[in-house]
Nanobody
Framework: QVRLVESGGGLVQAGGSLRLSCTAS????????LGWYRQAPGKQRELVAV???????NYADSVKGRFTISRDNDKNRIYLQMNSLKPEDTGVYYC???????????WGQGTQVTVSS
């Protein structure tokens, strides 16, 4: 089992910045892709950014150029630096981790990000 714990959410004004962290523990051997997803009220959970074990990244179009995902393998941690935040970035941000052989997926409990206009 893999445990993911997020931190760093909060309330920020539009144009501001936040940095989210997610720390993995437990059976972390074989973790491949880690990422951030978010869910706004009344909407489905959506991908924000992912990073592979080889540090390849992928971003949702809505956050490209504003958000940066990074990975610290020594600390079993990923980060999401969020700049130029917009009210539409508001939601619960979830950390996700995947293994491939066999495939399995794990979720954190989420951290609230609220951007005021």
């Amino acid at each position: 089992q893999v445990r993911l714990v997020e931190s760093g959410g909060g309330l920020v004004q539009a144009g501001g910045s936040l940095r989210l962290s997610c720390t993995a523990s437990g059976s972390i051997f074989g973790l491949n892709t880690l990422g951030w997803y978010r869910q706004a009220p009344g909407k489905q959970r959506e991908l924000v950014a992912v990073i592979t074990s080889g540090s390849s990244t992928n971003y949702a179009d809505s956050v490209k150029g504003r958000f940066t995902i990074s990975r610290d393998n020594d600390k079993n941690r990923i980060y999401l630096q969020m700049n130029s935040l917009k009210p539409e970035d508001t939601g619960v941000y979830y950390c996700n981790a995947e293994k491939v052989l066999p495939w399995s997926s794990y979720w954190g409990q989420g951290t609230q990000v609220t951007v005021s206009s």
